[in-house]
Structures are given as C-alpha cells and as structure tokens.
C-alpha cells in the first residue's frame, strides 16, 4: 500500500537559516509526488509537484525539491527561511492516477526563530 | 466565491448528535475530496466524487459516515451519532477533474468538536 512517511514531526530553525524537510514514500510505480503548506487557520496550498524528468523541481516561495528514486525520498529545501515560513509541511503522493486521491505524510511544523 | 468555500468553519456538537459538513467547491470542478485531519495524524482521505457519484469511498471510517453530492457541486458530510474520536478538522478539496495532475484546491476546513 501507498504510505508517506515525515519523519520529523517539529524542525525549529533560526531565520536565514537554509530548511530541509524530509519525505520517505512507499509506492509501486513511478510515483507523483507533492508538498503542501499549511499556515495557520488556512486551507492547504500547493508548493511544488514532480511527476515525471528532471528530478529536481522548483516551487513557489522560493522552494524546491529533489525526487530521489534509490533513496524514495522528496525531499523539500529552501535556501534562507522567512518568519513567513513558519507553517505545517506535509508531503503527498498520488494514491490513484485515476482520482487524484492523495496519500499525505503526518507533516512537519516548523518553527522560525527571529 | 473564487475558492472551496466550506462551512461551518467550527462545530461544537454533544456526543451521540448528528452534524452535517458542507463544502462549495470551484465552479466547473468535476472532482471533490474529503479529507480529515486529525492531531497528530496528519490528512486521511475520506471519499472522492467525480459529478454527482463516489467511485472511491474507501477513507469513510464507519458506516456513521456518510456523503453526497448533488448537481455536481455542493457536497455535505454526514456523521451520525457523533463520538469524541470525530473531533478533527475536516477538509474539502476541488479540482476540475479526477485526475492526480491536475491540483486540487483546498478549503480552509470545518473543526468539529464532540463534547
């Protein structure tokens, strides 16, 4: 069965300080992947995907990730974190091609220290 | 509205009560999502419409759970007989079609609170 795995559940890091978020997946085939921000009191936004070519994807606010198939990882980065960043991270992969059912992580807050 | 509109956005409800949770989503969006987010178990999928059906309601945690959706658009989830392990966040996602590459949009979620 599908799974996604975050295995840091809280991650405090200093302001301009560079951010990575950890994402281990169990899928049979090629999997689509996704990460989504929570902030709080709203609904959940898009951050980047990866379905297929080039294996490191960028996103908006200024993030990225790198799909790491030997590893089944995807991970997300960002260089200098923001005190905007400040949010719920979760990771998701794809359940179904064909309904676009999500599978999501536990997800990860994080905190930015001024 | 331009977004998943989802309402109320909390409910506070006695054990043993039925509630009903609505959802909007984006006009023109064929496909809707349920999911629940409980405290500390992340984002679980309830159930998934294509138009007015459900070909995936393999998330909905007992028969006490129940959905619908008419003229392929508004969406109601029902719990009956509430029980304090309902108490989460419920939240409702669109998109145009049923499809995993085509992004889902998210409404800001009902909290429930069985007392």
């Known amino acids: 069965a599908q799974s996604v795995t975050q295995p840091d559940i809280h991650i405090t890091v200093s302001e301009g300080a560079s951010l990575e978020l950890r994402c281990n997946y169990s899928y049979g085939a090629t999997p689509y992947l996704f990460w989504y921000v929570q902030s709080p009191g709203q609904g959940l936004q898009l951050l980047l995907k990866?379905?297929?070519?080039?294996?490191l994807v960028q996103g908006i606010k200024g993030f990225e990730a790198e799909f790491k198939r030997s590893q089944s990882s995807f991970n997300l980065r960002k260089p200098s974190v923001h005190w905007s960043d400040a949010a719920e991270y979760f990771c998701?992969?794809?359940?179904?091609?064909?309904?676009?059912?999500?599978?999501f992580g536990q997800g990860t807050t994080l905190q930015v220290k001024p | 509205g331009a977004g998943v509109s989802q309402s109320p956005s909390n409910k506070v409800t006695e054990k043993g009560k039925d509630v009903e949770l609505r959802c909007d989503p984006i006009s023109g969006h064929t496909a809707l999502y349920w999911y629940r987010q409980s405290l500390g178990q992340g984002l679980e999928f309830l159930i998934y419409f294509q138009g007015n059906s459900a070909p995936d309601k393999s998330g909905l945690p007992s028969d006490r759970f129940s959905a619908e959706r008419t003229g392929g658009s508004v969406s109601t989830l029902t719990i009956q007989r509430t029980q304090q392990e309902d108490s989460a966040v419920y939240l409702c996602?669109?998109?145009?079609?049923?499809?995993?590459?085509?992004?889902?949009?998210f409404g800001q979620g009902t909290r429930l609170t069985v007392v």
């Open positions: 990866y379905f297929s070519g080039d294996t």
């Open positions: 996602a669109s998109s145009l079609v049923g499809r995993v590459r085509t992004e889902a949009f």
């Open positions: 998701a992969v794809g359940g179904s091609s064909n309904t676009g059912k999500l599978i």
